[in-house]
Nanobody, 116 residues
Framework: QVQLVESGGGLVQAGGSLTLSCVAS????????MGWYRQAPGKQRELVAR???????NYADSVKGRFTISRDNHNNTIYLQMNDLKPDDTAIYYC??????????WGQGTQVTVSS
């Protein structure tokens, strides 16, 4: 089981930027799927951005061109750079990792609030 710790959330005005970080308790080099999800009040948890096998990434349509996922394998960390934030981006953001066995590990989440 991988322990995941997110940080970097906060309150920002619309149009602003934030960078989220997720530190894993073990090497992320061989984790097949790892990324960011979010859950807004009253809504289901949804994909934001993630790394897939073979270096591929995918993003939710709502964040394409504004958010960028990146990774630092040496420090077992992934990042989510969020630019041009909108009030609809307000949510708890979770880091998640899927093991080679298919199970998922989740962080505790970090709150992002975007004011209009």
């Amino acid at each position: 089981q991988v322990q995941l710790v997110e940080s970097g959330g906060g309150l920002v005005q619309a149009g602003g930027s934030l960078t989220l970080s997720c530190v894993a308790s073990e090497s992320i080099f061989s984790i097949p799927v790892m990324g960011w999800y979010r859950q807004a009040p009253g809504k289901q948890r949804e994909l934001v951005a993630r790394f897939l096998r073979f270096g591929k990434t995918n993003y939710a349509d709502s964040v394409k061109g504004r958010f960028t996922i990146s990774r630092d394998n040496h420090n077992n960390t992934i990042y989510l750079q969020m630019n041009d934030l909108k009030p609809d981006d307000t949510a708890i953001y979770y880091c998640a990792a899927q093991s080679t066995m298919g199970s998922w590990d989740w962080g505790q989440g970090t709150q992002v609030t975007v004011s209009s």
